[in-house]
């Protein structure tokens, strides 16, 4: 992300241009993508499967009904995919799986989000069979994160959407539109 | 929904996978505490090396694992630049006692912050060092890609606008401490609490008792360091809040209705109003400025909040920006001296943030989105 000093440009030009380099930006958002083996996982547990699938349905209706940015859900899903994967869970805490789908939506929503509901109000939208206190979900939060080793910037489907945009040259507001909206 | 049995949720038992215990360290002296909770100076025990451990506080039972923390995390993961403090590592505390386990984020130890410093007899800064030392600024561009406004994030300088910024004995400058960004406003909450800034950085609509306002309250602050930079010393340095006012009104001119349309009826207004005609003073006081600075700062430190719309404050925004990338980069020596120069661009909206800093040989500017 290079900008340089010397163009006299207008205002806009400054950041328009700042954070978007080229190839490099590309390379950099490949080298970081990992391949997530859970899928390979899912095909031979269904029972992990279904609470995944259930999972991520509530965390996707949870985040239509606060009208978090498509970003987050993205976010969401892969946290608590990564998670998903690392982690073993036990077949006999099922509460489990969905107690780390409220951890893994509420860490997204703090990453991305203005306004953050309180960790109640987060599980009141939606029937789900588990209401966690807000301790046993810092505990878990604590848990994800530390089992994803902190990281909270992984590429996403919507980097790379928001990198070709850009290179197709809408810099203004109709691709910012696109974006928010895609 | 049925609620769990007490008991039966006991995520305690599982550990904290992939983070290291914090016994791995010694602490040796708690070395600062503040809003952001305590730092400790400690000793790696396997290597023998000193770093500072900064133990995240977790007051808040509602919110969970706290969002400040969650975003300086993952600024520093993101950020790896000789002027930004090294996030080394997270350890977390064994968890013996049930809910006090802690976290502690581990950085690499810095000697000295800015203002201990500024204080210190017989250190080895000049002054007009630490004057190139402090040319940081926090730039808040607000909106400028959305355009929509909705809430405001601010980069708030804790009690002064340098205690963020840490000193090696190398004479090394990082910045530090990101988890102050903070979210102030939104627009859930039309009406805000007007005790949000930093008396010294607050705007007159606050000071005045407004509680409706919008993003022109951050331009406020950025011009007031803005100013501060270049003056050396801040310029409104307020004891309490009469004092702070009659400190503005001194500089930019009593408000009336002709230069603030409205002003009058701000809820403290009558108590507040100068008892004599003030007027505006600022070309005077800072003629010793760049003339660009100064037209700047005019546009910044503007008394009536209406008048610093949108559009002014990202004309304004870009202009500081290349205030300090083509101005004064080039006249001025700066580029003798690196990390003299960084900037903190948030965009609020998304609370994307991105961080601009000199490249190592200080040749141009490099901006990190984050």
Redesign the interface.
């Known amino acids: ?5 010397s163009s ?1 440009a207008s ?2 030009f ?2 328009q241009s ?2 978007f380099s080229d190839e490099q930006e590309l390379t950099s958002l490949l080298g970081k993508e990992h391949h997530n083996p859970l899928s390979t996982c899912l095909q031979t547990n269904p029972a992990l499967d279904f609470a995944r699938r259930e999972a991520v349905e509530w965390m996707l209706k949870v985040n239509s009904h606060y009208s978090f ?1 498509a ?1 987050t859900a993205v976010l969401s899903v892969n946290y608590f995919d990564r998670f998903l994967f ?2 073993r869970f036990q077949n006999d805490k099922p ?1 489990m799986v969905q ?1 780390a789908a409220v ?1 893994c939506l ?2 997204a929503a ?7 509901p ?3 109000d987060l599980q009141q939208v939606d ?17 994800v ?9 992984p590429p996403t489907p919507l980097s790379f959407l928001d990198y070709f945009t850009r290179r197709l040259g809408s810099k203004d ?1 109709l691709c ?1 539109e696109f974006l ?1 909206k895609s | 929904m049925a609620m769990a049995a007490p008991g039966q949720l006991n995520v305690n038992e599982s550990p904290s996978w992939g983070s290291r215990s914090v016994d791995c360290f010694e602490k040796l002296e708690q070395i600062g505490e503040g809003t952001y909770g305590q730092v400790y100076m400690a000793r790696e025990i396997k290597t023998g090396e000193i770093v500072a451990l900064k133990k995240i506080r977790m007051d808040n039972e509602r919110e969970g694992f706290p969002i400040t923390a969650i975003r300086e995390i993952k600024i520093l993961k993101k950020l790896h630049h000789e002027n930004v403090i090294n996030l080394k590592e997270i350890v977390t505390s064994p968890d013996g006692n049930k809910y006090k386990g802690g976290i502690y984020m581990v950085f690499e130890y810095m000697d000295h912050d800015l203002t201990g410093l500024a204080d210190r007899p017989g250190m080895r800064f000049t002054v007009p060092q630490i004057k190139l030392l402090t040319g940081l600024h926090y730039c808040h561009v607000n909106q400028v890609l959305h355009r929509d406004i909705k809430g405001v994030l601010l980069l708030m300088p804790s009690k002064d606008t340098c205690s963020n910024l840490l000193i090696d004995n190398e004479g090394n400058l990082k910045l530090a401490d990101f988890g102050l960004a903070r979210s102030f406003s939104n627009e859930h909450n039309a009406n805000l609490t007007n005790r949000v800034i930093t008396l010294w950085y607050r705007p007159p609509e606050l000071l005045l008792g407004t509680t409706r306002y919008g993003p022109a309250v951050d331009m406020w602050s950025v011009g007031c360091i803005f100013a501060e930079l270049l003056h050396g010393k801040p310029i409104f340095p307020g004891k309490d809040e009469p004092e702070q006012l009659n400190k503005i009104f001194e500089l930019c001119g009593a408000p009336d209705e002709v230069n603030w349309p409205g002003v009058s009826k701000t809820p403290w207004y009558n108590q507040f109003k100068p008892t004599r005609p003030m007027k505006r003073r600022l070309r005077e006081v800072f003629r010793h400025f760049d003339r660009h600075a100064l037209e700047l700062l005019e546009k910044m430190l503007t008394l009536d909040p209406a008048q610093k719309g949108q559009d002014k404050l990202w004309i304004c925004t870009c202009c500081l920006c290349r205030f300090f990338l083509v101005g004064n980069m080039s006249r001025s020596n700066l580029q003798a001296n690196t990390a003299t120069l960084a900037g903190i661009c948030i965009f609020h909206n998304s609370l994307k943030h991105s961080i601009w800093l000199p490249s190592a040989d200080s040749s141009h500017i490099i901006l990190y989105a984050l």
């Open positions: 992300h290079f900008l340089n000093n006299p205002p806009p400054l950041l700042d954070m940015s970003l690392s982690f509460w107690l951890a509420s860490i703090k990453v991305e989000e203005t306004h953050v309180f960790l109640i029937e789900s069979r588990y209401l966690f206190e807000a301790k046993t979900i810092k505990k878990m939060e604590i848990l994160l530390s089992t994803l080793g902190w990281k909270m910037n507001h910012w928010s």
